[in-house]
């Protein structure tokens, strides 16, 4: 028994080093995520809204230690309100990150996002108005974070902090968004 686990924990720790990519090569990542979405800034009485996102990222690595890549993931943004107000906020997001390997297939990662907004509701109960003339139509945060990636698998959180406000007129209301995703590495 002790020799099948050992023999599984090597292979478990053989396919992990095969899964960062040589220097001076290129791979795509499509992925999946579950936002955790709010606004923050001039807004009271918002909760957390739960949504999705996909895309993809392409990445060259560098070297050994630096990747840098770039992205493209629709995103189900906003937040909750109370007495049933949703604001249902969907982007365009462009990632652009320094991936940062600090441990073998552990990346931190850092760099800025603008954003493009798709569509906007406001919704209360069952009635629904499009807000879109009322915030900017680009959007611009900071994302940071960590990824590990998994035999050709990348598991990657991040947080989104909006640095422009999104809304139009007084007040600076911001994007505030957790991302937990899925994807695979296929190199080209």
Same mark, same amino acid.
């Given at each position: 028994?002790?020799?099948?686990?050992?023999?599984?924990?090597?292979? +478990?720790?053989?396919?992990?080093?095969?899964?960062?990519?040589?220097?001076?090569?290129? =791979?795509?990542?499509?992925?999946?995520?579950?936002?955790?979405?709010?606004?923050?800034?001039?807004?009271? #009485?918002?909760?957390?809204? +739960?949504?999705?996102?996909?895309?993809?990222?392409?990445?060259?690595?560098?070297? @050994?230690?630096? #990747?840098? @890549?770039?992205?493209?993931?629709?995103?189900?943004?906003?937040?909750?309100?109370?007495?049933?107000?949703?604001?249902?906020?969907?982007?365009?997001?462009?990632?652009?990150?320094? &991936?940062?390997?600090?441990?073998?297939?552990?990346?931190?990662?850092?760099?800025?996002?603008?954003?493009?907004?798709?569509?906007?509701?406001?919704? /209360?109960?069952?009635?629904?108005?499009?807000?879109?003339?009322?915030?900017? =139509?680009?959007?611009?945060?900071?994302?940071?974070?960590?990824?590990?990636?998994? @035999?050709?698998?990348?598991?990657?959180?991040?947080?989104?902090?909006?640095?422009?406000?999104?809304?139009?007129? &007084?007040? =600076?209301?911001? &994007? @505030? /968004?957790?991302? +937990?995703? /899925?994807?695979?590495? +296929?190199?080209?």
């Amino acid at each position: 028994m002790k020799k099948m686990m050992m023999i599984a924990v090597m292979m +478990i720790a053989a396919m992990t080093v095969n899964a960062q990519q040589p220097a001076g090569t290129w =791979s795509l990542t499509p992925k999946v995520a579950l936002n955790l979405a709010n606004l923050s800034g001039d807004i009271s #009485g918002n909760n957390m809204k +739960i949504g999705l996102a996909a895309g993809a990222d392409v990445m060259y690595q560098i070297n @050994s230690l630096v #990747g840098v @890549s770039g992205g493209l993931m629709y995103s189900m943004q906003g937040c909750d309100g109370d007495n049933d107000v949703k604001l249902n906020y969907d982007f365009i997001n462009i990632p652009v990150l320094a &991936n940062f390997y600090v441990a073998p297939n552990f990346a931190l990662k850092a760099g800025l996002q603008p954003a493009f907004v798709a569509s906007a509701k406001y919704k /209360v109960n069952k009635n629904e108005t499009d807000v879109k003339d009322n915030l900017q =139509s680009l959007e611009l945060s900071i994302p940071i974070g960590a990824s590990y990636e998994f @035999s050709d698998f990348v598991i990657d959180a991040r947080y989104n902090l909006g640095v422009a406000k999104i809304n139009k007129g &007084n007040g =600076s209301i911001r &994007n @505030s /968004v957790f991302q +937990i995703s /899925v994807g695979y590495k +296929i190199p080209f």
